[in-house]
């Protein structure tokens, strides 16, 4: 899997000050930005901004709120001045990327009120991509950043969105820039940073496209896994999130998650729903637990925290698991977790678990 971290973040801050910096002297920045209020140098003020809270919020690590500072370019003479925060501001996001741990989270209020070094650094790179074709659109000059940086911030905070044949235009239409044949304009949207849920001894973490895309051709999704993981049913269901993704159906919340021991930081196993709900409220549950890991009591901690998740939401009424009628281990663990055996067919067990 291509990394995400500080080697894309400097690749898109030196691209875009390099087309930007050319049209620095001989072009009237006061005027609007593309399709935004603010102005061609408030926008390329705001981009410093964004660098520079992201690298504040994955050095602290505040878990409910943004660090309190900002940056201030009342005393940028010029363009190239304001540049050049947008160059150091961007450096700083690139180091506190490289150096936070891979489990390391902090706040970021969407959807789930956090994200990780990769979502920062996704969000940065998204920051600086748009907001510099929004100057270059107020400026009238050309700018086209690289695809694969593109799909990178596609595949890591916008798994909702189908991808396209042009990851650029995709994303300038995801958020509202632009047209794409066959789909409808985009007025409201908001980036998706992968949902954690947390248990005592796990945190089960929802797995981007690019993980899952990875898992599938036999990599490691970015986690760090105990000896003999992944398996082939995490890998399998990872192919199931890919397929969702490609045809513009995947809704992250109810697609794969990792669990990870918080001891250590390695991956033990995979647990998600078939689905999003249906009509009716109801979800189907799957899971498997590396060999390694079995016995110890973490497959029953991941199901409750998932199904406590689940059931909290509006839309969600019931929650369904098939056993296998020989798998007597896995019957345990839903048992466990509260599921009542419910019916059986000729190869499994049904079980169920309803809101209180």
């Known amino acids: 899997m291509r990394d995400m971290g500080g080697q894309q973040i400097e690749e898109a801050v030196t691209g875009s000050v390099a087309v930007l910096r050319a049209a620095a002297g001989e072009r009237d920045w006061g005027v609007k930005a593309g399709r935004l209020e603010w102005s061609c140098r408030r926008t390329a003020e705001h981009i410093a901004s964004d660098l520079i809270a992201y690298a504040g919020q994955l050095a602290g690590r505040p878990t409910d709120r943004y660090v309190p500072f900002r940056i201030d370019c009342a005393e940028c003479e010029s363009p190239d001045d304001v540049l050049d925060v947008i160059e150091a501001t961007g450096a700083l996001l690139a180091a506190a990327v490289r150096t936070a741990p891979r489990e390391a989270r902090a706040f970021h209020p969407y959807p789930f009120r956090s994200a990780n070094r990769e979502g920062f650094a996704a969000m940065g790179i998204a920051e600086v991509l748009l907001h510099t074709h929004d100057i270059a659109e107020g400026l009238g000059i050309a700018y086209e950043p690289p695809a694969d940086l593109c799909e990178d911030v596609l595949t890591r905070i916008f798994p909702h969105v189908q991808p396209g044949p042009d990851h650029w235009r995709t994303l300038l239409w995801a958020t509202g820039r632009g047209e794409l044949p066959g789909r409808p304009p985009v007025t409201e949207w908001r980036w998706n940073n992968n949902l954690v849920i947390p248990a005592e001894r796990l945190t089960l973490q929802g797995i981007t496209p690019a993980a899952a895309a990875d898992l599938q051709i036999g990599g490691t999704g970015g986690f760090e896994w105990i000896e003999g993981g992944p398996c082939g049913n995490t890998r399998f269901s990872a192919g199931i999130v890919t397929k969702a993704y490609e045809a513009g159906a995947h809704r992250p919340e109810w697609g794969v998650f990792v669990l990870v021991r918080r001891e250590d930081g390695r991956a033990i ?33 991941a199901l409750r925290a998932l199904s406590a998740w689940a059931l909290a939401r509006d839309d969600v009424k019931l929650l369904c698991a098939k056993v296998d009628h020989a798998n007597t281990p896995s019957q345990g663990v839903v048992s466990r977790a509260g599921f009542i055996r419910v019916g059986e067919d000729a190869e499994q067990y049904v079980y169920e678990l309803r809101r209180s």
């Open 269 to 301: 196993g995979g647990m998600g729903f078939h689905g999003v709900p249906d009509d009716e409220g109801r979800a189907e549950v799957g899971y498997d637990l590396e060999e390694a890991a079995r016995g110890n009591g973490y497959a029953t901690e």
